[in-house]
């Protein structure tokens, strides 16, 4: 399988079945940026950990990811969920930073997902070249790396970064946030089809004796350190 147009890994080795781990994490960004593996295995006295976590993806495409993983993978003792609204919201409009997807489009696993909300799919999967369209920066940007591109800013899928705690931010939230009434009827119906994919998640999860947790909205303003 060739390797995605990006520097993370992380695709290339969910799709040749290189992943091994004990805990896995998965959610968008707040999972990718706040959950370190290299920390994660320390405080559990060496456990193995990778981080699924994928930017700007709500769950009904993070679903290709996720198939692909206990598709072809070894299946983790514990599972660790980051939900926040984004995650549970569903793209219908198209994918986020689809050229990341380029070597996997006639996967069953990015097929199944895809076909509904792409109307370019068949086209991509059976034209030359054609899912190339539209995807000069990043073919430049893969090309280039191959020299000079600095790609070691990840462990184990985790996004390398040291966010600095913002007190004002945490201030705010808490003020106009946390202690905000919520009309549970609405909110389900608004994400359906979130909590549709992510009960079968979890139903995949207790069916193969996967142990389930859920990461804390509020360990986004944590700072992720090495």
Not at 85 to 114: D, H, R, W
Request: hydrophobic content about 35%; aromatic content about 14%; glycine content about 6%.
């Amino acid at each position: 399988m060739k390797s995605s147009l990006v520097c993370d890994p992380t695709w290339s080795k969910v799709f040749k079945g290189e992943i091994k781990t004990d805990i896995a994490v998965i959610g968008n960004s707040r999972a990718q940026f706040h959950y370190n593996p290299k920390i994660i295995s320390e405080i559990t006295g060496g456990v193995s950990c990778y981080n699924l976590g994928l930017s700007g993806t709500p769950i009904n495409i993070f679903d290709i990811r996720w198939k692909a993983f206990i598709n072809r993978n070894k299946l983790p003792s514990l599972l660790i969920i980051d939900v926040d609204y984004n995650f549970l919201g569903s793209a219908k409009g198209g994918v986020y930073e689809k050229y990341q997807y380029i070597p996997y489009v006639n996967t069953n696993e990015y097929t199944k997902i895809v076909k509904p909300i792409d109307k370019n799919l068949f086209l991509e999967q059976y034209v030359p070249c054609f899912k190339y369209k539209g995807q000069t920066v990043p073919i430049i940007s893969k090309i280039s790396s191959a020299f000079s591109q600095n790609c070691d800013n990840f462990i184990n899928g985790f996004n390398i970064n040291n966010t600095i705690w913002d007190d004002n931010e945490w201030a705010i939230f808490k003020k106009k946030r946390l202690h905000e009434a919520v009309d549970s009827k609405k909110f389900h119906g608004l994400y359906a089809d979130g909590f549709s994919k992510l009960s079968s998640i979890l139903d995949f999860s207790k069916k193969n004796n996967i142990k389930s947790d859920f990461g804390v909205v509020a360990s986004i303003y944590r700072s992720s350190k090495i």
